[in-house]
Nanobody, 128 residues
Framework: QVQVVESGGGLVQAGGSLRLSCTVF????????MGWFRQAPGKEREAVSC????????KYEDSVKGRFTISRDNAQNTMYLQMNSLKPEDTAMYYC?????????????????????WGQGTQVTVSS
């Protein structure tokens, strides 16, 4: 059984930083592309970033480019999202997802057009 567990969220002031972690159990971690997504109250879920099997290719949503960095440690079955220069508009529930296909189709990942294993989310709140 696959389990996806996010952690690292919290309350931070604007301009601050957080690092989210996503640990996956029950599958061969480096066989899957993955991504971070977020959903703010009253808004649709949106992609934040995605990463290929070995961390060699990464993609970012425009509003987080230059501020967020996605990475993964396959030995630890964990993916990360380092978030710097946080803004109030970054406030959302952040979710980690594993693309079940085993491929790395970043256009589909960023569009949310994939079947995935999802975590329960971790809340990020940025105060102004």
């Amino acid at each position: 059984q696959v389990q996806v567990v996010e952690s690292g969220g919290g309350l931070v002031q604007a301009g601050g930083s957080l690092r989210l972690s996503c640990t996956v159990f029950g599958l061969r971690f480096d066989d899957y592309g993955m991504g971070w997504f977020r959903q703010a109250p009253g808004k649709e879920r949106e992609a934040v970033s995605c990463i290929d099997w070995y961390g060699l290719d990464t993609k970012y949503e425009d509003s987080v480019k230059g501020r967020f960095t996605i990475s993964r440690d396959n030995a630890q079955n964990t993916m990360y999202l380092q978030m710097n220069s946080l803004k109030p508009e970054d406030t959302a529930m952040y979710y980690c997802a594993v693309d079940k296909s085993g491929g790395y189709y970043y256009t589909d990942l960023l569009a949310g057009k994939f079947e995935g294993y999802w975590g329960q989310g971790t809340q990020v709140t940025v105060s102004s």
